[in-house]
């Protein structure tokens, strides 16, 4: 165990790992030496920073939890501490249930760990290295612009672990966004459980194209990419912003979820087909080229195999470049978990998802195929063995697509960017040449 080290694990999405981030520079402050997501962590102090949306990544938090209980028993660890969206919403539960953790934070006073710790200085001519302002590499960086959401989805139980939308001031933000591009980052991934709604709360309108516009202008900010979108009310200004800034990418992640009017309308979407086509339209003629992203669900209460036809045959027509799906997974405290029965076996969920996903496996090898001979301006992220890996403006880092460089043509270097022509597509990923 090593005294006023710091390890912090990170479960679950982006928007957590921003929190992480945030926790480990005042921790920093302080003058602990903080390590993140260590495969062996043995520090003074280790935090888990939880997940709680789905029953599959509350498993996993959980899991690790008692992982490192085990470690603190056999004095491999020191102190255990709990934050994040689990132990916002199972705060009493977890303390019953868990009693070995130290300290259980929830997913907004996170930040009064730091807070109650003393200050500690180097021991033994210790020179500590500075804490990294992100946990990512240098030259890409997650931006959360907002917390929470006012949409009240049939299935979703983010807005009882985060409560409303809440925007961060747009001062704030391009000040963030001004540190992290003089620390060297280059791509700036947009994030919020809402993005279009950024605004409302603080300007009384939505007003996240005038943020996208602002960021774009910054010195140094080379890509900006957008995700988590919603196809009701979609700020068509963004669209315009998009299309006259050649720094943000032509990338935009919306989650549909379903197409099918009848299941929308249960799943309280407050959307219809007609509408979510109408935007899907506007997107792609305004933006010729944007790649999209979304995730759909199958098995929601309710769904038909007639849904699920005509959800199928509407992925078939729009061909999404990106696509996550997901089985429906009932939540307790959600709407659908009140009112609906969950009457959708579970092998004809995984059929049917299984069978979206093949459908989906097909249109992506195309899209990637339509790419041969092409040349893309990429970023070099690492590299893996005889390749550097890199991703074009239509990749997200760790969810999209890649770009495989053979490494012993020409050295490249870490998050510069670099013409390349297609050569070859292999499943999802292709592979390319530096172009002459």
């Not at 062996?40 to 008692?66: H, Q, R, W």
């Not at 809402?194 to 010195?219: M, N, P, V």
Request: net charge negative; glycine share 6%.
């Amino acid at each position: 165990m090593k005294k006023n080290r710091i390890y912090i694990i990170t479960m679950g999405c982006s928007k957590n790992l921003v929190d992480s981030e945030a926790l480990m520079r005042l921790l920093a402050k302080k003058g602990y030496s903080v390590k993140h997501d260590s495969d062996s962590p043995n520090g003074e102090y280790v935090v888990v920073n939880t997940c709680g949306f789905i029953g599959d990544a509350k498993e996993e938090s959980i899991n690790m939890i008692l992982e490192l209980a085990e470690a603190k028993k056999r004095g491999e660890i020191g102190s255990l501490v709990v934050m994040g969206c689990l132990s916002e919403r199972y705060l009493a539960e977890l303390e019953t249930a868990i009693p070995e953790v130290d300290k259980y934070y929830g997913k907004f006073d996170f930040k009064k760990f730091a807070d109650e710790l003393p200050e500690v200085s180097p021991q033994n001519g210790e020179c500590r290295k500075p804490v990294p302002l992100t946990t990512t590499p240098k030259h890409y960086a997650y931006l959360k612009i907002s917390e929470g959401c006012d949409r009240r989805c049939a299935y979703c139980a983010i807005p009882l672990i985060t409560g409303k939308h809440v925007s961060r001031p747009m001062e704030e933000i391009l000040a963030e966004v001004r540190m992290l591009v003089d620390y060297g980052v280059k791509e700036f991934n947009v994030i919020a459980q809402e993005l279009t709604y950024y605004g409302l709360d603080l300007y009384g309108k939505r007003t996240i194209a005038q943020l996208i516009d602002e960021i774009s202008q910054i010195k140094g900010v080379k890509w900006i990419r957008l995700h988590y979108a919603y196809p009701n009310q979609f700020p068509m200004e963004l669209l315009d912003v998009m299309k006259r800034r050649k720094n943000v990418c032509k990338y935009l992640d919306i989650a549909l979820q379903h197409i099918s009017d009848s299941v929308l309308d249960r799943m309280l979407r407050h959307t219809t087909k007609e509408e979510t086509m109408k935007v899907i339209r506007a997107i792609r003629e305004n933006v010729p080229g944007i790649h999209l992203r979304t995730t759909l669900m199958v098995g929601f209460p309710g769904e038909t195999e007639e849904d699920f036809e005509e959800l199928l045959a509407f992925v078939k027509e729009v061909r999404f470049e990106r696509m996550g799906a997901f089985a429906y997974s009932e939540e307790e405290g959600t709407y659908s978990a009140r009112k609906y029965k969950d009457d959708v076996p579970e092998e004809v969920k995984q059929r049917r998802l299984d069978k979206l996903m093949r459908v989906q496996q097909r249109i992506a090898a195309e899209i990637a195929d339509e790419k041969i001979g092409k040349t893309m301006k990429v970023m070099v992220d690492r590299r893996e063995g005889d390749y550097y890996i890199a991703r074009s403006e239509f990749s997200s880092p760790e969810v999209d697509p890649e770009i495989l460089i053979p490494a012993y043509r020409r050295q490249l270097r870490k998050g510069c960017f670099y013409d390349v022509r297609i050569t070859a597509a292999e499943e999802f990923d292709l592979y390319a040449e530096v172009a002459d």
